[in-house]
């Protein structure tokens, strides 16, 4: 009993799951979205793409939204390979992997998939 609720343990279990900093603003540690992305190789695509929903669910600094098959259209006609590499490499206001400094190449890809394949 005493471990499970020693305060450390207790600190350790409240921290909150995700942070989410938008490019521009002030950030308390390095790189608290990647982290969340790439800390567990297990994670879905799903889950993998809550480092890019801050922009890709709102349309915030001009994100094309996930599920705007109006918007995605003429991105999707570049082909996979543009979108991949404007993924990794940064578009824009889009910053390099989407700000997940910590994600793959293969998780970026997943990840424009699983958001491609929700915008169509
Ligand atoms: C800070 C906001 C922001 C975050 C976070 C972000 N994006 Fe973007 N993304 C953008 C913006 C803005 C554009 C549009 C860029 C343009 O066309 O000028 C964009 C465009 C894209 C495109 C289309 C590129 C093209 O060729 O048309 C893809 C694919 C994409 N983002 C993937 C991702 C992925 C994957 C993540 C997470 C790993 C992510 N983005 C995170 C802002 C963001």
Do not use: F
């Amino acid at each position: 009993m005493r471990s499970i609720m020693s305060p450390a343990k207790i600190d350790a279990r409240t921290q909150p799951a995700a942070k989410v900093c938008l490019q521009g603003e002030e950030c308390g540690s390095a790189a608290p979205v990647a982290a969340v992305a790439a800390a567990d190789a297990k994670k879905t695509p799903k889950e993998m793409y809550n480092a890019c929903a801050a922009c890709h669910a709102t349309g915030a600094a001009g994100a094309p939204k996930v599920g705007d098959a109006a918007a995605w259209a003429p991105r999707i006609a570049q082909g996979n390979d543009t979108l991949y590499s404007h993924a990794i490499n940064g578009l824009n206001m889009m910053p390099p992997r989407g700000t997940c400094a910590a994600c793959s190449d293969d998780d970026i890809k997943a990840i424009v998939d699983y958001m491609v394949d929700n915008s169509k």
